[in-house]
Nanobody, 119 residues
Framework: QVQLVESGGGLVQAGDSLRLSCAAS???????MGWFRQAPDKERELVAH?????????YGDSVRGRFTISRDNNAENTVYLRMNDLKPEDAAVYYC????????????WGQGTQVTVSS
C-alpha cells in the first residue's frame, strides 16, 4: 500500500508561483508519480508525470513551459510541482498520484490540495 501526503496549496494572485509537494511512502524505494487537477464541473486532467528515476517527464498542453515536475528520492520519495505564472484557469484541486510501474494506471491517490488563483 502506498500513502501519499500532499502539501503546498493555497491562494495566490495571477502571475505568482507556487510549489506543491507530495511525499510517498510504500514498499518500493520509488514509484512513477504524477499530478492531476480537477476544477469544478470539469474532468480530472493529468498535469504532469515523472518516472521513478526522474529521467523522463511529461506535461499537459495547458501547463507545459510553466510547470515543472521533479523528485527527490532521497527525501522521503518526494515529488514536487513547481507552478509558475499561474493563471485563474489553473485553479483546481490538485492530486498527487502514484503507480506500481509505468505499464499500469495510477492506483494510489493523495487527498488533494486546493490551489486558488485570483485575477
Amino acid at each position: 500500500q502506498v500513502q501519499l501526503v500532499e502539501s503546498g496549496g493555497g491562494l495566490v494572485q495571477a502571475g505568482d508561483s507556487l510549489r506543491l509537494s507530495c511525499a510517498a511512502s510504500g514498499p518500493k524505494s520509488a514509484y512513477p508519480m504524477g499530478w492531476f487537477r480537477q476544477a469544478p464541473d470539469k474532468e480530472r486532467e493529468l498535469v504532469a508525470h515523472i518516472t521513478w528515476s526522474g529521467m523522463t517527464t511529461f506535461y499537459g498542453d495547458s501547463v507545459r513551459g510553466r510547470f515543472t515536475i521533479s523528485r527527490d528520492n532521497n527525501a522521503e520519495n518526494t515529488v514536487y510541482l513547481r507552478m509558475n505564472d499561474l493563471k485563474p484557469e489553473d485553479a483546481a484541486v490538485y492530486y498527487c498520484a502514484a503507480k506500481e510501474n509505468d505499464a499500469l494506471g495510477y492506483g494510489y491517490w493523495g487527498q488533494g490540495t486546493q490551489v486558488t488563483v485570483s485575477s
